[in-house]
């Protein structure tokens, strides 16, 4: 019984851990495969997670809440053909009369879509139109006059 149990190997491997700077003969001397000088080739060198070299950090360079305010933003007010004449101030509509009105906020541009019916003359001072809007306002005898801002 005594000569099975001393013939027995062990489970472990018998391979031992790499030696590392040990002189040239070992294959990792030298450097130690830390590659030259750094942060990194010093001994008790851990980077914290995230960190990025003192570059400030993605989760920092990201905004906290979701998604972002862009500031190229251009907000419409859009106005229907049907609701010319009812905004309208002596066969004039502009974004001053619909800020007036309190329809309209300021900083906004104006749109005219060509949705309902109008039948009296109304000179529109508008930022952009719709093609069907320009035809039923010109049909009953009004006219599109495209406003241009000045920048800021």
């Given amino acids: 019984m005594s000569n099975i149990l001393s013939s027995l190997k062990s489970i472990k491997t018998d391979k031992s851990t790499r030696r590392v700077g040990r002189g040239p003969g070992s294959t990792k001397g030298k450097t130690s495969s830390r590659g030259h000088k750094g942060y990194k080739a010093r001994t008790g060198s851990t980077s914290r997670l995230k960190f990025e070299g003192g570059q400030t950090s993605i989760t920092a360079r990201i905004p906290k ?30 974004k001053k009369i619909l800020r007036k009105a309190g329809v309209m906020r300021k900083g906004y541009k104006m749109k005219v879509l060509g949705q309902g019916e109008i039948s009296s003359a109304v000179r529109v001072l508008t930022d952009s139109f719709s093609e069907s809007a320009k035809q039923k306002i010109e049909k009953a005898g009004g006219s599109i006059e495209i406003i241009k801002e000045k920048k800021q």
Avoid: A, P, Q, R
Avoid at 79 to 92: Q, R
């Fill in 65 to 94: 809440l979701k998604g972002f305010k862009n500031i190229n933003t251009v907000h419409y007010k859009v106005v229907n053909v049907g609701d010319i004449e009812k905004l309208s101030e002596k066969g004039v509509l502009s």
